[in-house]
Nanobody, 119 residues
């Protein structure tokens, strides 16, 4: 069973910064992709950033160079450094990882963490 613990959300003024972290725990984790998604008003999860050992790093178009995703494989942790935040970045951010298990991938989601950007 994979557990994801997210931290670092909160309230910040427009133009400010926040750093989200997500630590994965579980037995004999073999992590493939680590990513951050956010919940849209239409209740869909949209990709913010993804980091994969084969395909590298992917950012959503709306990031526009403001965010940086990184991972610490020794700590099974993924970070999202968010700068120049805008009110439209407000939402619930979810950590996502997928892990290898006997040649198949299984996805896991974190509970979500609130990010609020005031104008």
């Amino acid at each position: 069973q994979v557990q994801l613990v997210e931290s670092g959300g909160g309230l910040v003024e427009a133009g400010g910064s926040l750093r989200l972290s997500c630590e994965a725990s579980g037995s004999a984790l073999s992590i493939n992709t680590m990513a951050w998604y956010r919940r849209t008003p239409e209740k869909k999860n949209e990709l913010v950033a993804r980091i994969n050992p084969t395909t590298g790093i992917t950012y959503a178009d709306f990031v526009q160079g403001r965010f940086t995703i990184s991972r610490d494989n020794d700590e099974n942790t993924v970070h999202l450094q968010m700068s120049r935040l805008r009110p439209e970045d407000t939402g619930v951010y979810h950590c996502y990882i997928d892990t290898w298990s006997t040649r198949s991938l299984t996805g896991s989601w974190g509970q979500g963490i609130q990010v609020t950007v005031s104008s």
